[in-house]
């Protein structure tokens, strides 16, 4: 089955600078990508996806790269903020109604 | 309405007592999830319904039941539970390839 390794565990950055946190994935039929960010308390949030016939991705400061041939992928926040603190979980999948495989997430803190 | 909506928010419940979690979506989505979330963890999958059938579950102990009255409704039915079994219950759904969308979830304290 699929496994997905999630690094760092923990990260710490300061407001204004860039977060990149990375994936891998061991499944090759994994064609799905999600991220997902956990406040205190809430569920988790979809905050972008990736499939496997796009490489980049980007949604204003949020940006997903997809390496196919390595299985990996990142998500890379830039100009940090304070509300960007949170859990960051990845995910992979396929585009069945195979349930997702999660990281086991990063813990972004962004120091004002 | 891109929603999933939980109740109860908190329930603290007893281990004889019998309770239910309830979840309700309307973006027709045809796959309803139930996870366990545990602090520090990432979600741990429970029971997959498709088309309101059951088609995963990951050896949940039968203390735990889930019924899918209808696409929009799912539940999660809990009696005789353990202090172990405190945890945030998430409920998610997702449209066929699509990314899962998650509840706000319920924090469950078992005494």
């Known amino acids: 089955g699929e496994n997905v390794e999630q690094h760092p565990s923990t990260l710490s950055v300061q407001e204004g600078d860039s977060a990149v946190i990375k994936c891998t994935y061991s499944?090759?039929?994994?064609?799905?990508f999600p991220w997902y960010k956990q406040e205190l308390g809430k569920g988790p949030q979809l905050i972008i996806d990736?499939?496997?016939?796009?490489g980049e991705k980007k949604d204003q400061r949020i940006a997903v790269t997809l390496n196919k041939t390595a299985k990996h992928f990142s998500l890379h926040i830039t100009e940090t903020q304070p509300e960007d603190s949170a859990v960051y979980f990845c995910a992979a999948g396929d585009s069945g109604n195979t349930p997702l495989v999660f990281g086991k997430g990063t813990r972004l803190s962004v120091i004002a | 309405d891109t929603e999933v909506t939980q109740t109860p928010k908190h329930l603290v419940m007893g281990m004889t007592n019998k309770k239910s979690l309830k979840c309700e979506q309307h973006m027709g989505h045809r796959a309803m999830y139930w996870y366990k979330q545990k602090a520090k963890k990432p979600p741990e999958l429970m029971f997959v319904y498709s088309y309101e059938k059951l088609s995963i579950n990951e050896s949940v102990p039968s203390r735990f039941s889930p019924e899918c009255p209808n696409s929009s409704l799912l539940n999660l039915h809990l009696h005789a539970l353990q202090p172990e079994d405190s945890a945030l219950y998430l409920c998610?759904?997702?449209?066929?390839?699509?990314?899962?969308?998650f509840g706000q979830g319920t924090r469950l304290t078992v005494v």
């Open positions: 998610a759904s997702s449209r066929q390839g699509g990314g899962a969308f």
């Open positions: 499944d090759s039929a994994s064609n799905y």
């Open positions: 990736i499939r496997s016939n796009v």
